[in-house]
């Protein structure tokens, strides 16, 4: 497989990228498939901290480190590079390029580039507001505390993403678009992607009612079955309930003004950010997850607990 030809679409989770990934995939020169996850199985080697194991992995990794700093071995990296290859080789096949979609490299983006320079990098960014949204649509939440399972995606994904492209805005191997332009101005920045990519571009590949690669147990569910995102928007609720609006708010106000300005100029002040209880809640649930709690924080983690179910 040729480096060159290796293509990374990473974004929030709910962000667009299996629509993004359809598109770009909906030609006979691009091979793609669901939410792979390859990179994540390799994550010990590429970003230890993120791993955690029920036998202490970060004890694992310091006595492998010990063991390296002892016993030489030779061109380790490079031979995991080797595996990771062999892992995608088979979408090669009668390809000339492979996407690998999956949302929550945003955790790896900073080691990608590193374990494959040559690599492209697609970033997709779309208003966290609407993120959040769609989370609670797709998944039915009801409460805030559903959200915490996505604390990291909603917390250190959009920052991460952010500082990323900031910091490769030059990067000839990097681009980032917004989803909502992207639904927009559908044609044109998918032509000027295919273009960057060096992928042959025609108006047929806007119609990806036949385009199959994409599907799979991972992914978009919505996608999975419709085949259509602009389908999609309008199967999602505009009504946003009281909880996830309270919690909208404090999480803009956690954001700030500076991050949506750079992230996609984003109207900031039509969020109404505050600081909010709901969202004040997730970071409490967080911080609790981390370290026992004395009776004092466990009196007041059950009074937020009721308060939440009862009000939210």
């Not at 900031?268 to 600081?275: D, G, H, Q």
Request: proline fraction near 4%; charged fraction near 25%.
């Amino acid at each position: 497989m040729n480096e060159e030809n290796l293509i990374f679409v990473i974004s929030q989770p709910r962000a667009g990228s299996t629509y993004l990934q359809n598109l770009l995939s909906n030609n006979n020169e691009t091979n793609t498939c669901s939410e792979s996850w390859v990179l994540l199985n390799f994550a010990n080697y590429m970003k230890p901290k993120i791993v955690n194991g029920l036998y202490d992995n970060e004890i694992a990794v310091a006595a492998f480190q010990d063991y390296l700093g002892k016993h030489s071995v030779e061109n380790l990296n490079l031979e995991m590079r080797r595996i990771i290859k062999n892992v995608y080789e088979p979408l090669f096949e009668n390809h000339k390029y492979v996407i690998d979609k999956t949302p929550r490299y945003w955790e790896l983006i900073e080691e990608i580039p590193v374990w494959f320079p040559k690599s492209k990098i697609i970033v997709l960014k779309r208003n966290p507001m609407d993120v959040v949204k769609s989370m609670a649509n797709t998944w039915n939440l009801q409460t805030v505390r559903d959200l915490a399972y996505f604390k990291r995606d909603l917390l250190k994904a959009p920052k991460k993403l952010n500082k990323f492209c900031l910091n490769n805005a030059h990067n000839p191997n990097v681009r980032s678009i917004q989803y909502e332009q992207l639904v927009e101005s559908t044609s044109e920045v998918i032509q000027e992607l295919y273009q960057w990519l060096g992928i042959t571009y025609n108006n047929s590949v806007l119609d990806t009612t036949e385009n199959v690669k994409y599907k799979g147990n991972f992914g978009d569910p919505y996608q999975n079955k419709f085949g259509n995102e602009k389908k999609t928007v309008s199967r999602t609720s505009d009504t946003v309930p009281g909880w996830l609006k309270r919690f909208q708010q404090g999480y803009a106000f956690y954001l700030g003004e500076d991050f949506f300005n750079t992230y996609g100029n984003y109207p900031y002040e039509k969020m109404n950010p505050r600081k909010t209880r709901a969202f004040s809640y997730l970071i409490h649930r967080i911080n609790s997850s981390k370290e026992k709690m004395k009776l004092s924080d466990e009196i007041n983690y059950i009074t937020k607990e009721v308060y939440y179910r009862i009000f939210s």
